[in-house]
């Protein structure tokens, strides 16, 4: 079964770092594009990042840009979001999915609809 996990949240002081992960079990993550959302309370899951299975578009929310950074390990089957600089609007569920539309991240992302797989999702507070 398909399952993705993602880690790294936790509480931190505004203008800290994290880096989420977001591992693979039962199938590799190498061919995929791999979307990272994040839903605030109440309101629907937002596409913040994805990037695409090789030398494909890397795709950022236009707010986000120079904060947050995506990357993959193959080596480790594995995901990341880095996050700088956080922000007490930052605050939100985090999760990662796999993109039901191909290897290639499209510009912009897409939504919910436009992945698969999702993970139960990683908390991140940001206090002031």
């Known amino acids: 079964q398909v399952q993705l996990v993602e880690s790294g949240g936790g509480l931190v002081q505004a203008g800290s770092s994290l880096r989420l992960s977001c591992a693979a079990s039962?199938?590799?993550?190498?061919?995929?594009?791999i979307g990272w959302f994040r839903q605030f309370p109440g309101k629907e899951r937002e596409g913040v990042s994805c990037?695409?299975?090789?030398?494909?578009?890397?795709y950022y929310a236009n707010s986000l840009k120079g904060r947050f950074t995506i990357s993959r390990d193959n080596a480790k089957n594995a995901v990341y979001l880095q996050m700088n600089s956080l922000k007490p609007e930052d605050t939100a569920v985090y999760y990662c999915a796999a993109a039901v539309y191909g290897r290639q991240c499209e510009v912009p992302m897409g939504t919910i609809v436009d992945f698969g797989s999702w993970g139960q999702g990683t908390q991140v507070t940001v206090s002031s």
């Open positions: 990037i695409s299975s090789s030398n494909g578009p890397t």
């Open positions: 039962g199938f590799n993550l190498e061919h995929l594009a």
